[in-house]
């Protein structure tokens, strides 16, 4: 493979909005690395042999996105911690013995928006977790490293939300429930994990949930405002914004673990908000 450029894929299906190569094309520019990364839409059926016959050829990582997370998990010779936690791979990558490390990046990539990006203080913070499917799976054991006061996962099937914390209770201060077990108290951030977003649905979390104080967080993204996030301005929240951050972070993270050196994201977000993003709710941010 000598002489040959090092070949990068973001592997899902359908995968067309994905905005990944344009991040990684200007990672790469910034940081003076030599890559192609491109599109591979791949039916779940041929998962396994697409991305095998990608890295046979020379391919060197993939970032994965719907419906593959799991797939990825099941194909990596080895996990990190984190990607064992999350149950699921957005990251794979090809060590120099040829074997593939799979890795999760996006519980990083929210906590890294979160607190560097938009300054946020979360130790000894009270945090909603809405949501109990993979998106939020993935970004709980991020969330309790910075040693919150305690994490609620809430979600509009109990039982799912319940389930989580128990997997995650060894960590940190964290329980789970329904919308309408939660008390009448504001948190300090809130976090919206759950698809609802993307059929411009709200999640029926009570009001009493946003204060004045309160930072909300959509980890979805879009064109325009989520539903979540304006619901949270009605309520008169300090600030509400959607997962753009953390779509550039998980990306930024995925590209140290292949080529060694972090890019920096403040001019890649900002070159994204200057393509005004996909047409409509296209995407949830742990999606790449
Ligand atoms: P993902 O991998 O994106 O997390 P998922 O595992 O299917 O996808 O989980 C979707 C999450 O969004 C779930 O927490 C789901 O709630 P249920 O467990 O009750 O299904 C949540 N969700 C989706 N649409 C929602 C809506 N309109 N209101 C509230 N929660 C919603």
Known sequence: MEGRVDQYAVVGHPVGHSLSPFIHSLF?????QVLSYRLM?????HFNERVSEFFAAGGRGVNITVPHKGRALALADELTERAWRAGAVNTL???????????????VGLTQDLVVNLDLTLRQRSILLIGAGGAARG?????????????????RTAERAA???????????IEGCGFGELEPTAFDVIVNATSASLSGELPQVPAAAVGPDTFCYDMAYGRGDTPFVRWARELGCRDAVPGWGMLVEQAAESFRLWRGVRPLTAPVLKALAGRAGPDGMSGISASN
């Open 163 to 173: 389930a989580l914390a128990a997997m995650f209770a060894g960590l940190g201060p």
């Open 139 to 155: 970004v709980i054991a991020s969330l309790l490293a910075l040693a919150p006061q305690r994490v609620v996962v809430a979600n």
């Open 93 to 107: 990558a090809v060590r120099d013995d040829g074997t593939v490390l799979g890795d999760n990046t996006d519980g």
């Open 41 to 45: 839409d791949v039916e779940p059926e």
């Open 28 to 32: 790469a520019r910034q940081t003076g």
